[in-house]
């Protein structure tokens, strides 16, 4: 069975910095896409950032507008996890953060930041930026 399991959350001022961790177990996900969502109250479901093997051992990463310069994503195979990296965090970063991986390697550009193209999530981490 598959688990992804986030950790780091919680409260920090305006211009801090946080960083979050997500283990997967149950499937190596060395080969596929890991990411990170996040759901404001009221609000959707939105992309954050991605990462996703592109052949030789390289990696591309995706971020949305609003985050990057900001956040990085990261991801260490041996370990099995993604993190990503929030420094100069605003209120309107507030949100539960969730992990999220993809069984599909061949998502495109196009595609990678579609929550539909996820199979599997974590239950989500709390990230408050608030003084």
């Known amino acids: 069975q598959v688990q992804l399991a986030e950790s780091g959350g919680g409260l920090v001022q305006p211009g801090g910095s946080l960083r979050l961790s997500c283990a997967a177990s149950?499937?190596?996900?060395?080969?596929?896409?890991m990411g990170w969502f996040r759901q404001a109250p009221g609000k959707e479901r939105e992309f954050v950032a991605t990462t996703r093997c592109i052949g030789g051992g390289a990696y591309s990463k995706y971020y949305t507008d609003s985050v990057k310069g900001r956040f990085t994503i990261s991801r260490d195979n041996a370990k099995n996890t993604v993190s990503l990296q929030m420094n100069s965090l605003l209120p309107e970063d507030t949100a539960v953060y969730y992990c999220a991986a993809s069984s599909s390697r061949g998502l495109t550009r196009l595609y990678i930041s579609k929550s539909g193209n996820y199979d599997y999530w974590g239950q989500g981490t709390q990230v408050l930026v608030s003084s």
């Open positions: 149950g499937r190596t996900f060395s080969n596929y896409p």
